[in-house]
T-cell receptor, first 113, second 115 residues
Framework: SQKIEQNSEALNIQEGKTATLTCNYT??????LQWYRQDPGRGPVFLLL?????KEKRKERLKVTFDTTLKQSLFHITASQPADSATYLC????????????FGRGTSLIVHP | DTEVTQTPKHLVMGMTNKKSLKCEQH?????MYWYKQKAKKPPELMFV???????INESVPSRFSPECPNSSLLNLHLHALQPEDSALYLC??????????????FGPGTRLTVL
């Protein structure tokens, strides 16, 4: 069966460190993978998209990598700040699929001052 | 304008009530979505409208009735809900054409509590 797996345990890190979140998938051939941020009680906010033929994407302090061999995406936040504390969701859509992404359950990031 | 708005922010209703959730976007997106999200779970797709026509209904109970009056508006009519329907209801919009990024723009959500 198809699965998108994100670590269900919260990631606790110290301010200034790099946070690394993982998204693994099974039985998908993604055309792209997206990362969203969600604050409690709010809708997800799009952060970054990486396509199947891209290895890495950057935006300010954010970096996403995509390894289709390992079936994994890593999401990095460098110089993390307490304001980065939120849940981060990955979402993917398959090659030849609909235009509607399927979401993982997300990983909670807590950055301590 | 890159915003999706939703009203109300919070809604408490009894099991016999009829209420509606509203969503609006002015980004020219021709796909609009309703999702349901429970705590610590991913958004769960309920309905998709493409060019104002219902294109996907993910086997949602008939007590939820979507409506897309025009390309900017999306409603979700609620009737005879159950307490287990309490959740965060999210509206989203996107381009339909896969040449675009397929990015979903979400509204802030409506927190629904069914008593």
């Amino acid at each position: 069966s198809q699965k998108i797996e994100q670590n269900s345990e919260a990631l606790n890190i110290q301010e200034g460190k790099t946070a690394t979140l993982t998204c693994n998938y099974t039985n998908y051939s993604p055309a792209y993978l997206q990362w969203y941020r969600q604050d409690p009680g709010r809708g997800p906010v799009f952060l970054l998209l990486i396509r199947e033929n891209e290895k890495e994407k950057r935006k300010e302090r954010l970096k996403v990598t995509f390894d289709t061999t390992l079936k994994q995406s890593l999401f990095h936040i460098t110089a993390s700040q307490p304001a980065d504390s939120a849940t981060y969701l990955c979402a993917l859509d398959e090659t030849g699929g609909s235009y509607i992404p399927t979401f993982g359950r997300g990983t909670s990031l807590i950055v301590h001052p | 304008d890159t915003e999706v708005t939703q009203t109300p922010k919070h809604l408490v209703m009894g099991m016999t009530n009829k209420k509606s959730l509203k969503c609006e976007q002015h980004m020219g997106h021709r796909a609009m979505y309703w999702y349901k999200q429970k705590a610590k779970k991913p958004p769960e797709l309920m309905f998709v409208y493409s060019y104002e026509k219902l294109s996907i209904n993910e086997s949602v109970p008939s007590r939820f009735s979507p409506e897309c009056p025009n390309s900017s508006l999306l409603n979700l009519h609620l009737h005879a809900l159950q307490p287990e329907d309490s959740a965060l209801y999210l509206c989203a919009s996107s381009h339909v054409d896969r040449e675009f990024t397929d990015t979903q723009y979400f509204g802030p959500g409506t927190r629904l509590t069914v008593l």
